[in-house]
């Protein structure tokens, strides 16, 4: 049974750092591609980033650029998420997805399995 645990979330000043992980059991972590999105209250899950499972390709969306990192230990089944400079504006519920096609990791709907996500909150 396929689960996925994200952690690190919590509340920062604007300006601040965070890292978030997302550990995995019950896939075979090294096959699958994974991916960090996030949805504030009334709006739609956007991507932030992904990895394909051999990390040799990296996306992020524009929001992010040149601020997040996301990065992967396959030996941990683990993904990570580094978020610095953060904003007010990047304060959602973050979640991490595991999809084994790796083809279109911005969207959600490609992604075979979720974590309950993890709360991360900027103030100003």
């Known amino acids: 049974q396929a689960r996925l645990v994200e952690s690190g979330g919590g509340l920062v000043q604007a300006g601040g750092s965070l890292r978030l992980s997302c550990v995995a059991s019950?896939?075979?972590?090294?096959?699958?591609?994974m991916g960090w999105f996030r949805q504030a209250p009334g709006r739609e899950r956007e991507f932030v980033a992904a990895?394909?499972?051999?990390?040799?390709?990296?996306y992020y969306g524009d929001s992010v650029k040149g601020r997040f990192t996301i990065s992967r230990d396959n030996a941990k089944n683990t993904v990570y998420l580094q978020m610095n400079s953060l904003r007010p504006e990047d304060t959602a519920v973050y979640y991490c997805?595991?999809?084994?096609?790796?083809?279109?990791?911005?969207?959600?709907?490609?992604?075979?399995?979720w974590g309950e996500g993890t709360q991360v909150t900027v103030s100003s």
């Open positions: 019950g896939i075979t972590f090294n096959r699958y591609s």
């Open positions: 997805g595991a999809d084994h096609l790796g083809v279109v990791l911005s969207t959600p709907g490609a992604y075979d399995y």
């Open positions: 990895l394909t499972w051999t990390a040799n390709s990296v």
